[in-house]
T-cell receptor, first 113, second 114 residues
Framework: GQQVMQIPQYQHVQEGEDFTTYCNSSTTLSNIQWYKQRPGGHPVFLIQLVKSGEVKKQKRLTFQFGEAKKNSSLHITATQTTDVGTYFCAGPNRGSTLGRLYFGRGTQLTVWP | KAGVTQTPRYLIKTRGQQVTLSCSPISGHRSVSWYQQTPGQGLQFLFEYFSETQRNKGNFPGRFSGRQFSNSRSEMNVSTLELGDSALYLC?????????????FGPGTRLTVL
């Protein structure tokens, strides 16, 4: 079945350092979504990438979708303590219109002040 | 627009009991998905309902079941609880469950099985 692998599982950085999490799918994805879950909270949608090679930015966050639409990355520049949380990528089956997203295990980011 | 609501927020049960969790999606949303979240295991997909029909099912035993009502509200039931069922149960709603639909998560129900 479809799998979405995400690395690393944990990342500890000092405030001001950069952070990157990577997502790889065993199959081609029609699109990929990223979510953030703050400690004690629930996942919140960040962004969706649809096109091959697409790059989107949200302030210090840069999201990329691979050319083959099998991998994606989220890069945070100059992390802040507000970036703490777990970041999940998620994608549907290619060609499927039935509502199932396959989530990666997430990368838990800790930022030291 | 009100967000996704889940009740109860916390539950403590003992082994062998059963439990019912409730989820009210965002108004107008017809797809409701359920996830189990445990430390280090990410979001494990339980099932997804659309228009009162289960469209997708994850790899969980038959003790886990669900349903959706005509107003799109959904419930999930876990029978014969086991210690390993202790987890945060999240529901998420989306407009139609389509490929590009954003999922809106509720705050979750934290279930503890003693």
């Amino acid at each position: 079945g479809q799998q979405v692998m995400q690395i690393p599982q944990y990342q500890h950085v000092q405030e001001g350092e950069d952070f990157t999490t990577y997502c790889n799918s065993s199959t081609t994805l029609s699109n990929i979504q990223w979510y953030k879950q703050r400690p004690g909270g629930h996942p919140v949608f960040l962004i969706q990438l649809v096109k091959s090679g697409e790059v989107k930015k949200q302030k210090r966050l840069t999201f990329q979708f691979g050319e083959a639409k099998k991998n994606s990355s989220l890069h945070i520049t100059a992390t802040q303590t507000t970036d703490v949380g777990t970041y999940f990528c998620a994608g549907p089956n290619r060609g499927s219109t039935l509502g199932r997203l396959y989530f990666g295990r997430g990368t838990q980011l800790t930022v030291w002040p | 627009k009100a967000g996704v609501t889940q009740t109860p927020r916390y539950l403590i049960k003992t082994r062998g009991q059963q439990v019912t969790l409730s989820c009210s999606p965002i108004s107008g949303h017809r797809s409701v998905s359920w996830y189990q979240q445990t430390p280090g295991q990410g979001l494990q997909f339980l099932f997804e309902y659309f228009s009162e029909t289960q469209r997708n099912k994850g790899n969980f035993p038959g003790r886990f079941s669900g349903r959706q009502f005509s107003n799109s509200r959904s419930e999930m039931n876990v029978s014969t609880l086991e210690l390993g069922d202790s987890a945060l149960y999240l529901c998420a709603s989306s407009a139609s469950g389509g490929d590009t639909d954003e999922q809106f998560f509720g705050p979750g129900t934290r279930l503890t099985v003693l």
